[in-house]
Structure formats: structure tokens, C-alpha cells
């Protein structure tokens, strides 16, 4: 599934993290590249260890954890801390699979990537291109939301980035590992609890039905979930 997760940066919290990143020092995005993927790569990243780079990280991270959408359709285990790049004069990532587990440089710290997520930190009326184009089972969808929304894809998806044309698009991505390993399991869940959110606020979250459906949600969670 590919869920866009609107207004995930209100404009202040944006403005922040611009003002972070902007003003640090971005290097060659190959830096983070597994072999196959650096051939289709060309793009500026900010450095994994950078100070600003942590700090507007911790910002994303600290949105995320407040979102109910994004909780609900993600199931986070563990997130990777958000990396930040930008494309301009014709920079691209050509089609590939983004690498299964990630380990972060220093800590050990490692992720299966379930699940990959870009926030889009620049408008879409200041650049040309710079679709995140996924292919899915339903086909290929290209996404390009406006600045501070996020969207969710599944990490094993043949994804790329279009060449951007025209002004630059600043980006954070980043994989999570969800509690949910298998997408469908997860699809699953996502849908019935969006049902249950719904009927409650229909019903009232007391009515007996809602009651007994979250019950049936968090039994599935509880036979599928790693925790
Ligand atoms: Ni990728």
C-alpha cells in the first residue's frame, strides 16, 4: 500500500527544519547507497553524522510519533533516524529496490525496511519533476505532495525519483521496520481500524460493537505483531 500522511509538518515545524538543513554542508547522496542502487543515484545528502541533520531528524521523528495516521498505517517497531537530500539540475534516482536492513554508521542500531517514507520539504510549484514514482502492484503511481506531507510506500517496491528539471526538491526519507512485517497483514489492520474510528464516531466509542471489534483488532495485532 502507498498512503500519503498530509500535514505531518505544520508550517512553523517546517520552517525549522529548513532553517536546519538549509544552512548545512550536503555531500555526494552516495554516501548511503548499497552497490546497485549507487549507479541510479545522483543527488546532495546531508552527511548521516551531521549535527543539523540529527537535530531537524529528531524533529521529523518527534511528528511522526503524534500522528495517528501515520501510527495506524505504519505500526512502527523501529524507525531509521530521517536522512535529508535534494535534487536540482537535473538530478535523478533511477528504479531500485531500496536494501532490506539498514544499520546505522557508529551505533549498530539496525532496521528490516518494511516500509519507506519521503517528507517533502519544498513545494511543488518551486521545482519541475522530482516525482517519487512507485511502482505497485496496482501499477505505477507518482507522488509529489506539498511541503511538510509524507507518504508511506512499501520499501520492496521498484521505486525512482524523476529528474528535476527546475528549482530543487529537499527531501527526508528514511525505512522503518513496522510491528507488521507482511503488508497484507498490515493492510488488513489499517482497514479495520479506520472502520472502528469510523463507527465510534457514528455509535459512541462505549457501543458494545465498537467494543468488541477493537477487541477483535488487538487480538490480530497481538497474534501478528513482533514487539
Ligand atoms: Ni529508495
Redesign the pocket.
Known amino acids: 500500500m502507498l498512503i500519503a500522511i498530509p500535514d505531518l509538518l505544520d508550517a512553523a515545524t517546517l520552517a525549522h527544519v529548513r532553517g536546519l538543513i538549509d544552512a548545512a554542508a550536503w555531500v555526494d547522496g552516495n554516501v548511503t547507497s548499497g552497490h546497485q542502487?549507487a549507479l541510479a543515484k545522483n543527488n546532495l545528502q546531508l552527511p548521516e553524522d551531521a549535527q543539523r541533520a540529527k537535530q531537524a531528524g529528531e524533529i521529523i521523528l518527534n511528528a511522526l510519533g503524534k500522528n495517528p495516521l501515520f501510527i495506524a498505517a505504519a505500526l512502527p517497531l523501529k524507525i531509521f533516524p530521517p536522512l535529508f537530500n535534494s535534487y536540482a539540475g537535473g538530478q535523478a534516482?533511477g528504479v531500485?529496490?531500496?536494501n532490506a536492513v539498514r544499520i546505522q554508521a557508529g551505533t549498530g542500531f539496525r532496521v528490516r525496511s518494511d516500509l519507506?517514507m519521503t517528507v517533502f520539504l519544498e513545494e511543488p510549484e518551486a521545482y519541475d519533476g522530482g516525482e517519487l514514482t512507485v511502482e505497485t502492484q496496482f501499477g505505477v503511481q507518482q507522488v509529489k505532495l506539498p511541503a511538510g506531507h509524507g507518504v508511506l510506500y512499501p520499501?520492496s517496491s521498484l521505486?525512482r525519483v524523476e529528474p528535476v528539471t527546475r528549482g530543487r526538491r529537499v527531501a527526508s526519507?528514511f525505512w522503518l521496520q513496522s510491528m507488521i512485517r507482511e503488508d497484507g497483514e498490515r493492510q488488513i489492520l489499517f482497514d479495520l481500524d479506520s472502520s472502528i474510528q469510523q463507527l465510534a464516531a457514528a455509535l459512541g466509542h462505549g457501543h458494545a460493537e465498537v467494543i468488541r471489534l477493537t477487541g477483535v483488532y488487538h487480538n490480530l495485532l497481538r497474534r501478528w505483531a513482533d514487539a
Request: hydrophobic residues 35%; negative net charge.
Open positions: 542502487s534516482f531500485h529496490v531500496d519507506s520499501s521505486h526519507f
